[in-house]
């Protein structure tokens, strides 16, 4: 059970290049976010996906869309990434419904825009 | 939404109690009070959450005021590896956008 898996772990991209971040969950929730962490600060939501086949955006959507490929598979894309796009990214999954919804991470992907 | 208010940073000795304190006080009613930790740039493991009573698991306690206004994490006996920046979050059920970590309390334990 290896709960919520990042892929890449690290990443260096031109400003202007294209990427996805994927992020998978075998714990069979329902919801999956994606968060980015600057320097020093608290996580600040992108995205969320609160159940299969359904997107809405968070805190902080501009330039990134998401994909909620399946109940396991949640992708985050930056089409033009810009050195403010430079951050650690995490995704998590949480049962969903009517639950407290306890938020499960997985271990970052930490980006840098040159 | 409501937020929260932490301290930055808190010490506390190896072996004692610590007591982290929130302040949320214009959390409406249908709000829960989570706590999360981050150790260094791990992804945030979830500790607790209550709405009103006082809560217990095996990591820590939840105090939970009267008005609702504050709350305290309790861990009863600090480790080294409990050093991490602890953040306190305030949601209704549902409301999967209104998650606001903020920037939490670091916690530096030492021996």
């Known amino acids: 059970n290896a709960g919520v898996t990042q892929t890449p772990k690290f990443q260096v991209l031109k400003t202007g290049q294209s990427m996805t971040l994927q992020c998978a969950q075998d714990m069979n929730h329902n919801s999956m976010y994606w968060y980015r962490q600057d320097p020093g600060m608290g996580l600040r939501l992108i995205y969320y996906s609160a159940s299969e086949g359904t997107t809405d955006k968070g805190e902080v959507p501009n330039g990134y869309n998401v994909s909620r490929l399946n109940k396991r598979e949640f992708s985050l894309r930056l089409e033009s990434a810009a050195p403010s796009q430079t951050s650690v990214y995490f995704c998590a999954s949480s049962e969903g419904g009517s639950g407290p919804n306890e938020q499960f991470f997985g271990p970052g992907t930490r980006l840098t825009v040159l | ?111």
């Open chain 2, 1 to 111: 939404d409501a937020k929260t208010t932490q301290p930055p940073s808190m010490d506390c000795a190896e072996g004692r109690a610590a007591n982290l304190p929130c302040n949320h006080s214009t959390i409406s009613g249908n709000e829960y009070v989570y706590w999360y930790r981050q150790i260094h740039s791990q992804g945030p493991q979830y500790i607790i959450h209550g709405l009103k009573n006082n809560e217990t698991n095996e990591m820590a306690s939840l105090i939970i005021t009267e008005d609702r206004k504050s709350s305290t994490l309790i861990l009863p006996h600090a480790t080294l590896r409990d050093t991490a920046v602890y953040y306190c979050i305030v949601r209704a059920l549902y409301n999967f956008n209104k998650f606001y970590f903020g920037s939490g309390t670091k916690l530096n334990v030492k021996p």
